[in-house]
Structure formats: structure tokens, C-alpha cells
């Protein structure tokens, strides 16, 4: 059986927004697969960690925001999926190693992060996210707020 990686549902009851955290470990060697399980899951939005592609991937019945980490240390790409119906918009600034995006479904707005600390870089890109995160910052609006992540470290 192909490892897939690891996947986190959160929430999921009808009336709620299904956002689904995924390390995929690489993407594209097993795009069938992936496909198959996002079928599966029948996710509104998916928070990738470790896409490890150079481009934004594309996956069927879903808009793809993708950060590449092309010569960064720690390489491994980012990206929010969100199902087509729905309306997504990136905000924040553009880093190597997060990415996050204001979700707009069934009249509500989420703002959702996806994260990769890499090893060896968590004080510089920790500092970067705490001054891009929208958490940051005091928002105005009434949307939620959930980052997801992935931080690499040694013990």
C-alpha cells in the first residue's frame, strides 16, 4: 500500500465547513491515490503540507493556492485547496513556507493557513509568520481563523 501521508480531519458535520489538515508527503507520484482518498474524505477545503512540487498542483473540483519554496532551505511547498462552489481569496504576504486564504461559504468567511516550519529555520520562520499570520494583526472582520501546520524539528 503507498503511504499517503497523514491527514487530520477537523470538524465535518453537514452544516459546518469540512477542513481537512494533509501532510501528502510529494504529490504528484501518486495523484491518482490522493484523488481517490479526496474523494473519500469529501473535503470543502484541504490545508497541504509537503506537496513538494516546483508548481501548483492541480486537483479536480478544486481551486489550488500554492506557495513554491524554490530555493529556500528546507524545500517542501504549501498549499489550500478549495472546493469549486466556494470562494477563496490569498491574503497576506507571500513567504516560502506558509500561505493562507480567506474561505467564503454558506454566507460565512474562514481564514485559513496552511504551515511548514522547517528544521533548522524555526526562529527566522517562526518570526515570519508571527508578522504575516492574519492572527497577527487585529482584524476587523468577523471570520474565523485556523492554521494548520507541520514543524520540523530535532530533540
Not at 469540512?18 to 477545503?45: M, Y
Not at 486537483?59 to 469549486?84: S, Y
Not at 481564514?111 to 533548522?120: K, N, Q, R, T
Request: glycine letters at 12%; hydrophobic letters at 35%.
Amino acid at each position: 500500500m503507498m503511504d499517503l501521508g497523514n491527514f487530520i480531519p477537523l470538524g465535518g458535520r453537514s452544516a459546518e465547513l469540512k477542513v481537512i489538515a494533509w501532510n501528502t508527503c510529494g504529490f504528484s507520484g501518486k495523484r491518482i491515490a490522493v484523488e481517490e482518498r479526496i474523494g473519500r474524505l469529501n473535503p470543502d477545503v484541504l490545508l497541504l503540507q509537503e506537496t513538494l512540487m516546483k508548481q501548483r498542483p492541480s486537483i479536480p473540483g478544486f481551486q489550488v493556492i500554492h506557495r513554491e519554496a524554490e530555493g529556500t532551505p528546507g524545500r517542501r511547498e504549501v498549499g489550500i485547496a478549495v472546493r469549486n462552489g466556494l470562494t477563496v481569496k490569498e491574503i497576506g504576504e507571500r513567504q516560502p513556507y506558509f500561505c493562507f486564504g480567506k474561505v467564503t461559504a454558506r454566507g460565512r468567511e474562514l481564514i485559513v493557513g496552511s504551515v511548514y516550519i522547517p528544521c533548522g529555520e524555526q526562529t527566522a520562520t517562526m518570526e515570519m509568520l508571527g508578522e504575516s499570520s492574519p492572527n497577527s494583526r487585529r482584524r476587523t472582520d468577523k471570520s474565523s481563523l485556523v492554521e494548520t501546520g507541520i514543524w520540523e524539528g530535532r530533540i
